[in-house]
């Protein structure tokens, strides 16, 4: 099977600095998508920024110029660099990554247990 497996997260004040990294691991035959989701207290869980394979971005309007994506495919990691954190940033963190098993199989999405991040003074 594959796991995906976060860290990083952690209390900070606002206008502060976290890195967030996830390694996907297990029967990997290839890992295509990558990108991390956040989960507030009481809301949905939401996209924040994916980045494919060869490297193209996107980001949720409310982190653009803030966060920035980033992966190692050597090593099938990828990081989350979030720069002046706000309150509203606070949630559960989760990897997202679409990965293959084998040359036939289809890609599936798996999810990682989460990070928590909290920004608050």
């Known amino acids: 099977q594959v796991q995906l497996v976060e860290s990083g997260g952690g209390l900070v004040q606002p206008g502060g600095s976290l890195k967030l990294s996830c390694i996907a691991s297990?029967?990997?035959?290839?890992?295509?998508?990558m990108g991390w989701y956040r989960q507030a207290p009481g809301k949905q869980r939401e996209l924040v920024a994916t980045?494919?394979?060869?490297?193209?971005?996107k980001y949720a309007d409310s982190v653009k110029g803030r966060f920035t994506i980033s992966r190692d495919n050597a090593k099938n990691t990828v990081y989350l660099q979030m720069n002046s954190l706000e309150p509203e940033d606070t949630g559960v963190y989760y990897c997202?990554?679409?990965?293959?098993?084998?040359?036939?199989?289809?890609?599936?999405?798996?999810w990682g247990r989460g990070t928590q991040v909290a920004v608050s003074s």
């Open positions: 297990g029967s990997i035959f290839s890992v295509y998508a």
């Open positions: 997202n990554a679409e990965v293959c098993i084998g040359s036939m199989s289809v890609p599936y999405h798996y």
């Open positions: 980045i494919t394979r060869g490297g193209s971005t």
